[in-house]
């Protein structure tokens, strides 16, 4: 009986750990950006309704071996690019915790459908702002390789800087104090963590030492410790520690994970400003009237030029 008793019970614990380790498998797999956002997110502007829909680039994927920190990088492009003897402006994604380039392909899309080469990695420790610099020496050697589809189609003078939460601490260093610090034109933080708890936690960003363009945007759903993780004071305190021209936004009732697609109207339309000299786009952010001042979905807005 007693060994009856003990089968069964190895039996239901098996069971268990084949249930558990299905649905962690099934969590593992869930988008963290839905794949039709680009039709449902709200928009509150022209401007930004129309940087949220797709652009006009059919797109390319590939997947490249990286080094020991990175592991792989995922490139996103225009499909055109292979006909063309253009150069694209990059666009350099470091993700957030645990939200790994496999779990926001949409976003990456959407952005090179805008017409940005669109990089990312496996790092999953991007807040030291290491594997910022591993990027940027991979774009470097592959543009010079004649063998590689990005050959010379990389234009090193139009390289922008974004990342979501610990991603978004992971470009405040890349940009203050790494050895490619000098070579962004332009960032976006998405809700990054904010200075005390990065500092607390190894990623020692120098907010003084910035010196580009810097757009920071977060939400204003969630409690301190797990969902906003950048507060209102906290965020307003960086702000205004940063030397160069920023924007400073948050969007209304949205919480921390959101932010990572829920302002990708603004954010794109402000990487089309900043590396492709947009003018259309510039107007959401540029003059009394920007359209940022006057969309009601947003709040707490500052730019400073």
């Known amino acids: 009986m007693m060994k009856n008793m003990i089968k069964i019970i190895a039996i239901i614990l098996l069971i268990l750990i084949l249930l558990v380790g299905c649905l962690l498998l099934f969590i593992s797999t869930i988008p963290s950006v839905p794949t039709n956002y680009t039709k449902t997110i ?7 309704a129309q940087y949220l829909q797709l652009g006009p680039n059919d797109i390319s994927y590939q997947k490249e071996k990286g080094t020991e920190l990175t592991k792989y990088f995922h490139i996103y492009y225009p499909q055109e690019l292979k006909k063309t003897q253009k150069q694209y402006p990059v666009v350099v994604i470091l993700n957030g915790t645990g939200v790994l380039p496999k779990k926001y392909p949409a976003l990456f899309q959407h952005l090179a459908s805008w017409g940005f080469i669109v990089i990312g990695n496996d790092d999953p420790s991007t807040g030291f702002g290491l594997s910022a610099d591993e990027t940027i020496d991979y774009l470097i050697k592959i543009n010079e390789n004649q063998n590689h589809i990005l050959h010379h189609h990389i234009d090193l ?6 990342g979501h939460s610990q991603g978004g601490a992971g470009v405040l260093t ?5 050895k490619h610090q000098q070579i962004y034109k332009t960032a976006i933080a998405l809700s990054p963590t904010h200075e005390k708890m990065a500092h607390d936690l190894g990623w020692f960003y120098d907010l003084t030492q910035i010196s580009i363009p810097l ?3 977060a939400g204003t759903k969630g409690d301190f410790e797990t969902k906003a993780v950048i507060p209102l004071e906290a965020m307003q305190q960086m702000y205004d520690k940063i030397p160069s021209p920023k924007v400073m936004m948050r969007r209304k009732e949205a919480d921390h994970g959101e932010m990572l697609y829920s302002a990708d109207g603004y954010v ?33 807005v500052h730019y400073d030029k």
Not at 157 to 162: A, F, R, S, V, Y
């Open 42 to 48: 709200k928009t509150g502007g022209s401007i930004e």
């Open 215 to 217: 757009f920071m945007i």
């Open 157 to 162: 003078k139009h390289i922008g800087l974004t």
């Open 174 to 178: 890349a940009i203050s104090h790494t």
């Open 268 to 300: 794109t339309a402000w990487l089309m400003w900043q590396l492709q000299d947009d003018i259309y786009a510039s107007q959401a952010f540029l003059g009394n009237n920007a359209e940022i001042y006057h969309n009601d979905l947003y709040q707490d």
